[in-house]
C-alpha cells in the first residue's frame, strides 16, 4: 500500500482546495488498503503506538465506526469523545475541547461538529492532524472521496464527459458540497436536483468554471433528467437542520426514487447514497437494497479511505 504527496498538507479539511491529482492519489492510496478491508490482505501495523481521538459532537454511525475500524486495521488505538457525553453539553468551546483531547498527547483527532469551518478552526490550534468527519453545512471530505472511490470503480477509473445527479436536500448537505468540488475537479458535470427550496439557485455558481472541471447546473425537475444521467446519487433529507420549513408536502412523488424511477434507469447507472437513508421517503427500499444499488460498496470504501487520510496523515507525521 502507498501513501502520497496530498499529504504534505497535514490536515484533511475539505476537497474544495485539492487538486484532481491529489484526489487521484488519495483514491489510489485506499485502492491500495482495500484488500485489507475485503480480508484478502492481512491488517498493516503502520500506525502502532499511536492514539487517535474521535470528537464527534453529532451523531453518526458510518463514518465513526469507519474512522474506528480504519485506525484498529492499521494497528492504532482510538479514543470516543462524543457530544451528549462531552464537556460541550456543559458550554465548553469546540477549540476548548479540542485543545484539552491535543493536551493529552493524541497523535491525531477526528472532528464532526455541527458549527461549518469548527474542523479548520480547530486546525488552527492544534499541533496535531485534524480531520474533519463532517463540519456542519461545509463539507464531509472523507464522505467525498469515498464516493469518488465508487464512482471510478464503476466507470473505469475515468469520470471525464460523465454527468451525477445529486439529488435532494442540497441545501443541508456538507456532502453534496465536497461531491460539488471533487466529481467537477474530475471532469464529471453535475446536476442538483431537487425543489427550489432546498436547492439554492447560488449552488450553480460556488465552483469556479475552468477547462478541466465539470459543469455545475440546477434542475427542479427529476424526471426531466432520469434518462440522461450516468449516476444518481441521493440525499437524506436532514430534518434535524430545517424546523420543519421547506420540505414540499410531494417531496416523495417528485423527487423520490422509487421503483417505478429506478425502472427507467439504463441498465448501468448506478445508485449511491451517503447514508443514513429515510427509506420510503427519498429512496424505496426495493431500490436501496436493489441492482442499481452501490450503498453497501460506498461503506466498504469508506474504510479504505480513512486507513489512506490516517497513514498518510499520520504516518508520515511521525
Ligand atoms: N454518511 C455519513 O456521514 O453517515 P453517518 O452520519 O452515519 O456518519
Known amino acids: 500500500m502507498t501513501t502520497s504527496t496530498w499529504t504534505s498538507r497535514g490536515h484533511l479539511l475539505d476537497l474544495e482546495t485539492l ?6 492519489a488519495l483514491v489510489d492510496d485506499a485502492e491500495s488498503f482495500l484488500p485489507i478491508v475485503q480480508g484478502t490482505m492481512p491488517d ?9 481521538a474521535n470528537l464527534f459532537l453529532e451523531n453518526s454511525t458510518r463514518t465513526r465506526v469507519s474512522f474506528s475500524v480504519a485506525a484498529h486495521r492499521l494497528g492504532a488505538r482510538v479514543v470516543d469523545l462524543l457530544g451528549s457525553s462531552s464537556s460541550t453539553s456543559k458550554g465548553e468551546s469546540l477549540v476548548d475541547t479540542a485543545s484539552n483531547i491535543a493536551a493529552m498527547g493524541v497523535d491525531g483527532i477526528v472532528v464532526r461538529c455541527s458549527a461549518s469551518g469548527g474542523a479548520a478552526l480547530i486546525a488552527e ?30 466507470f ?3 469520470l471525464a464527459g460523465r454527468s451525477v445527479a445529486i439529488v435532494g436536500d442540497i441545501a443541508s448537505s456538507r456532502v453534496a458540497r465536497s461531491n460539488l468540488w471533487s ?15 432546498l436547492v439554492p439557485a447560488e449552488f450553480e455558481s460556488i465552483v469556479p468554471v475552468g477547462p478541466d472541471r465539470g459543469a455545475v447546473s440546477i434542475s427542479h425537475d427529476l424526471d426531466a433528467v ?14 434535524e437542520r430545517h424546523d420543519g420549513d421547506g420540505i414540499p408536502d410531494d417531496y416523495r412523488e417528485r423527487f423520490g426514487l422509487d421503483v417505478d ?7 448501468g447507472v448506478p445508485v449511491l447514497h451517503p447514508g443514513p437513508i429515510n427509506r420510503g421517503l427519498e429512496l424505496a427500499p426495493e431500490v436501496a437494497d436493489g441492482p442499481h444499488s452501490l450503498i453497501l460498496r460506498q461503506v466498504t470504501n469508506g474504510v479504505a479511505v480513512r486507513m489512506a487520510v490516517l497513514a498518510g496523515l499520520l504516518a508520515s507525521d511521525g
Do not use: C, K, W, Y
Not at 499541533?127 to 464512482?151: F, K, S, Y
Not at 466529481?183 to 427550496?197: E, H, N
Open 125 to 154: 490550534h492544534v499541533e496535531v492532524p485534524v480531520i474533519n468527519a463532517g463540519d456542519g453545512r461545509h463539507e464531509h471530505p472523507t464522505q467525498g472521496l469515498l464516493d469518488l472511490m465508487t464512482l471510478l470503480q464503476h
Open 183 to 197: 466529481l467537477t475537479a474530475m471532469g464529471a458535470d453535475v446536476v442538483l436536483v431537487g425543489p427550489s427550496s
Open 44 to 52: 498493516v501495523p503502520m500506525l502502532e503506538g499511536s492514539v487517535i
Open 19 to 24: 487538486s484532481s491529482a491529489q484526489l487521484r
Open 156 to 158: 473505469g477509473g475515468e
Open 261 to 267: 424511477r429506478a425502472g427507467r434507469l439504463s441498465e
Open 226 to 239: 432520469l434518462e440522461s444521467v450516468d449516476a444518481l446519487m441521493m440525499l437524506r433529507i436532514q430534518f
